[in-house]
């Protein structure tokens, strides 16, 4: 008859090793040096050249901000997603919201900005985009009672609004649709004569930075900018 060793009769595992032991014990004397011997490393690189390692040291804390901020919307749940948009949840500027913007429609990204404005306490939000719009894509009372006119520009990164887009609806936003705040919504951004004439005639530019900062929650609606 065979007799079991120690392990068939136990079920346990191999005695206490002395040899892992000191290799464990010196893997951790070994990083305990290294990490010694790399801030003293520091140190001396800042008193040679404290410009260099002040550049060193704001790009570590840039990537320690990326990295809180990735586990941040890692750890976000429930958000509420319109049309694959998130318009309530975490306040974390998520640049992701971006390329959703820019998969949709003109209708359907005319339908995301009014659902944006109910969200925020605007009542009777209305899509009035197409054709005979005059301009306006989405209207809406802000929860102040001023009137809010927005025309909606889905276009791509390389696509700015212009001046001329930004005179044609100039031209019909207050005069014609009643506007008491007037902007342009787009997820593209605006060429520098149409910045210049919308900020002489009053009127909001939203480019691609300003909008996911709305949906987001981290900046303010369009009508609450103008102030």
Do not use: N
């Not at 520009?153 to 014609?176: D, I, M, N, W």
């Amino acid at each position: 008859m065979t007799i079991p060793g120690p392990r068939e009769r136990s079920g346990r595992q191999s005695p206490f090793s002395l040899r892992q032991l000191t290799l464990c014990f010196g893997l951790i004397a070994a990083l305990i040096c290294g990490a010694g011997l790399t801030v003293r490393a520091v140190t001396a690189a800042a008193a040679d050249h404290p410009g260099r390692a002040l550049a060193m040291g704001a790009a570590l804390f840039m990537a320690a901000a990326v990295l809180r901020r990735r586990h941040r919307l890692r750890q976000a749940a429930g958000v509420r997603e319109y049309a694959g948009v998130p318009v309530s949840g975490p306040t974390v500027a998520e640049p992701s919201l971006m390329p959703a913007y820019e998969s949709m429609s003109p209708d359907e990204f005319e339908a995301a900005v009014a659902e944006l404005c109910k969200r925020d306490g605007c009542s009777d939000v209305q899509v009035t985009g197409g054709a005979g719009d005059l301009g306006a894509d989405v209207v809406a009372t802000a929860p102040d009672g001023r009137r809010v006119v927005m025309q909606c520009k889905r276009y791509s990164p390389g696509h700015k609004v212009g001046s001329q887009e930004l005179q044609r609806f100039g031209g019909t936003c207050f005069a014609v649709h009643g506007a008491h705040t007037a902007t342009v919504v787009t997820t593209s951004e605006f060429t520098q004569p149409g910045a210049e004439y919308a900020a002489q005639c009053g009127i909001g530019c939203f480019g691609a930075d300003e909008l996911a900062a709305w949906a987001a929650g981290t900046g303010p609606s369009p009508w609450d900018a103008e102030r």
